[in-house]
């Protein structure tokens, strides 16, 4: 509860994950699991998420992101009442290449700014 006290403070929440066998993290995944008392004990808590923005960054070895890898953020995000800014997700095989599309990186992070000067 003491992390997701911290986490409610802000407007804009970025989960960041290595890609572990086409999910989350192990660690991630406790964190989404830790959620439900957001919604069966600590209400007023879960309240607070109301209208944030949740991105995602992840990494991986595969050239793409795995099929419904993004599903878990973008329920859980729906079923808080937040909004799911998007993702990034970088492959292991660009870095160094000329497919490492920095462009894309950077309206990533556009986003982000965009979703942190939003007024609500």
């Not at 003491?2 to 192990?26: C, D, K, L, N, Q």
């Not at 329920?75 to 660009?94: D, I, V, W």
Request: proline content about 2%.
């Amino acid at each position: 509860m003491e992390i997701i006290e911290r986490v409610s403070r802000h407007r804009v929440i970025v989960f960041a994950t290595p890609v572990y066998w086409y999910a989350m993290s192990g660690l991630l995944k406790t964190f989404f699991d830790r959620l439900t008392g957001l919604v069966t004990v600590q209400k007023t808590l879960g309240r607070n998420l109301k209208g944030k923005t949740v991105f995602l960054v992840a990494v991986g070895a595969d050239a793409e992101l795995p099929d419904g890898f993004e599903v878990p953020f973008k329920l859980t995000a729906k079923y808080l009442n937040m909004k799911y800014g998007g993702r990034l997700y970088a492959s292991t095989e660009e870095v160094g290449t000329d497919i490492y599309h920095v462009g894309t990186h950077r309206e990533f992070l556009r986003d982000i700014v965009e979703a942190l000067w939003e007024i609500s």
